[in-house]
C-alpha cells in the first residue's frame, strides 16, 4: 500500500514539474530582438515558398498554418506587430495555443476554415501577460474590445483572436498561480535561514 502511494506521489510530482516546466519556460537563450528577427525570416521565407510553391502548403499540413499568410500586407501587419510589441513570446506555449485555437473558429456560428496567420502566436502571448498581472478587466478595456470592433472589418479572423487572447490569458494565469507556491516557499527557506 505504501509503495502504491509512494509511486503515485512520485508521478503527480514528475507531471507537476514537467507542467511548471513547459509553463514557466522563458526565451532567455537569447536576445528578444534576435529571436524577433528569425521569427521573421522564418515566416518570410514560409511566404514566398507557399506563393511559389503551390504544394509548400499542402506539404507542411495545417498544424503549421500560423507561417503562412495570406498576402504581403497580411504578413508585415503581423511583422510590425511582432516588434511593436514588447513582450516574451513565450513559443512553446503560444504556437501550442494558436495551433489549438485555429481549429476552433470552424466550430463558431460564422464557421470557417482553419485561420492562416502569425497573429494568433502574437495574441496569445498579449493574452498571457494579462493573466499573469490578473487584470482581466483591464484587458477587456485596453485589448478585447478594440479586437472586437478590429474583428467587424471584412476578411478579419475574429473568432480566432479572441480564442487565442482569452485562452492565452487563461494560461497566463495558471503560470502566475504554478509561479507562487514556488516562490512562497523561496521566501520562507530565506526567512528560516536568517533566523
Not at 507556491?181 to 523561496?186: A, C, K, Y
Request: glycine residues 6%; contains cysteine; positive net charge.
Amino acid at each position: 500500500m505504501n509503495t502504491l502511494l509512494s509511486l503515485r506521489h512520485r508521478s503527480v510530482r514528475f507531471c507537476r514539474n514537467a507542467m511548471s516546466r513547459l509553463l514557466l519556460y522563458h526565451n532567455n537563450s537569447l536576445p528578444a530582438v534576435h529571436i524577433r528577427a528569425i521569427v521573421t525570416l522564418i515566416l518570410t521565407i514560409s511566404f514566398l515558398l507557399q506563393h511559389l510553391s503551390p504544394s509548400f502548403r499542402e506539404g507542411l499540413g495545417v498544424g503549421f498554418l500560423f507561417l503562412f499568410h495570406a498576402n504581403i500586407f497580411h504578413l508585415a501587419a503581423n511583422v510590425l506587430c511582432l516588434f511593436l510589441l514588447k513582450i516574451r513570446l513565450r513559443l512553446p506555449i503560444t504556437l501550442a495555443i494558436s495551433f489549438v485555437c485555429s481549429y476552433l473558429p470552424q466550430w463558431s456560428p460564422w464557421g470557417t476554415e482553419p485561420i492562416l496567420g502569425f497573429s494568433g502566436v502574437l495574441f496569445a502571448a498579449v493574452g498571457i501577460e494579462w493573466g499573469r498581472a490578473h487584470q482581466f478587466r483591464r484587458m477587456c478595456r485596453y485589448c478585447l474590445l478594440p479586437t472586437i470592433i478590429y474583428g467587424l472589418f471584412p476578411h478579419v479572423a475574429l473568432t480566432f483572436h479572441l480564442y487565442t487572447l482569452l485562452l492565452g490569458y487563461t494560461v497566463g494565469t495558471v503560470m502566475s498561480r504554478m509561479s507562487r507556491p514556488s516562490r512562497d516557499s523561496h521566501h520562507s527557506h530565506n526567512s528560516h535561514n536568517s533566523q
